[in-house]
Structure formats: C-alpha cells, structure tokens
C-alpha cells in the first residue's frame, strides 16, 4: 500500500502550530488502514520521551555519564608535577548571544597544558587517553611552535581526581573545581540558585588565580586612594 502525499500545511493538535506535511507521519491501525497522526513528529517525540518504557530502553541518554583515568603512581606523579607548573585549571563562561540561541550564560569546567615540546604534550595524551593536541604557530621564526592539550567537562575531573594527590601549586584551584562540578547539572539547569552558584565558583577561580574579571574587580574591591 502507497503512502498518501499531503500537499496542504496542517496544524498540530498539540502545539497548535501550522507544520510542512513532512511533518507528520501516518500510522497502521488494526486494520492494517494508514491513519494520519493528528500531532507532528516533534510533539510525538517529547510524549514518547515522558514514558518510563522509553527512558528505560534508552539509559545512556538520561543518566550522565562518568570517566576514570586510570594511570600507574610514578605516571601520575610526573603528570602532577607537569601540571603543576605548565597547567591551568579554568571555568570556561559562554555569555548568550544572537548567534549561539542560548537563554542563559553557560559554564563548564576545563584543563590545558601548553610547552613547546611535542613529545610532553603527546605523552600526556596517551596517558590519560582524552583530551585534543592542538599546535600554533608563531609567526616569529626564532619562536618554537607552541604545543598544548585540553580536556574540559566530566573528562577534566576524571584527569584532576587522577592527579590530585601529587598537586601542590594548583591544589586549591583543583579543589574548587570540584565544588563547582559538584552542582546539580541535569534536573536543576535552569534554577536561578544553581545557575548563581556557577557564577560565584567562577568568580572564586578567577580570583583565586589572580585573573578576575574587571565586572569582579569593581563590585568587590574599592578603588585605589588618591595620594596627594
């Protein structure tokens, strides 16, 4: 049996919305007869989604996802070590913009390290098997090409639970890191509280590395005297 083409836009039953006829799909009944579905194919996924059927069949979409870097202890060690003296620990802020649609300011947690020796920064990579090697050239031809590796996210903790215990300088960076990654990220999203609290252990990781933003400097810090 041939699918019947629509040729005229129709309305959603539940959006309410007028769709393309692409938009919606037609159904088999009992009778083995092709019924139009009243709703467009986005309105049927969310119900579809909302079933606990549906949720349990797909785990990996609703549950969030973990890592582990697992690393022998003189390996670990010596990437301590690197860390602490070539990396930096940051909390990345994306304010909204016409041009990436989103509502409110998004941050996320993340790890590079830069050197100038490709082999560090490749060794680094395969121990901890995550991550992206990128390289810049400078323009100076008596500059080397500056080598780094960066991971941010869930991959970052995993890398930073591997090495906290060799950490000494950048401690205290990796300890708000984990505060920060600790916050409800799913469920909670959109909560002005939560959203708030991303916002104060960014400001707290800025200050605490002596790089706050100028928003933070002139609402906690007065300015400076006038001498004479």
């Known amino acids: 049996m041939t ?18 006829p692409s938009e919606f799909r037609f159904r088999r ?41 697992v690393m022998e202890p003189l390996e670990a060690a010596w990437l301590g070590g690197f860390f602490d003296g070539k990396g930096c620990i940051f909390i990345h802020r994306v304010k909204p913009t016409p041009q990436n649609k989103k509502k409110q300011d998004c941050f996320s947690l993340g790890l590079t390290i830069g050197s100038t020796d490709e082999s560090s920064i490749r060794r680094i990579a395969s121990l901890v098997n995550t991550g992206t090697v990128s390289v810049k050239h400078i ?49 909670c999203r959109n909560d002005p509280s939560v959203q708030s609290k991303r916002e104060e252990y960014w400001h707290k990781l800025s200050k605490a590395k002596g790089t706050a933003s100028w928003q933070y400097q002139r609402n906690n810090h007065a300015p400076p005297a006038q001498v004479g």
């Open 3 to 20: 699918v019947p083409r629509l040729s005229e836009r129709r309305r959603c039953a539940m959006c309410e919305a007028l769709k393309a």
């Open 29 to 69: 009944t009992a009778s083995k007869e092709l019924v139009l579905n009243k709703c467009c194919n986005r309105c049927l996924a969310k119900c579809r989604e909302r079933e606990p059927a549906y949720r349990a069949a797909h785990p990996r979409k609703y549950t969030q996802r973990s890592y582990a870097v």
């Open 139 to 187: 323009k100076n031809p008596n500059h080397s090409p500056q080598w780094s590796w960066g991971c941010g996210a869930l991959q970052a903790e995993a890398v930073l639970k591997a090495i906290y215990p060799y950490l000494f300088t950048k401690k205290s960076h990796a300890d708000i890191a984990f505060e920060f990654m600790a916050l409800p990220k799913w469920k």
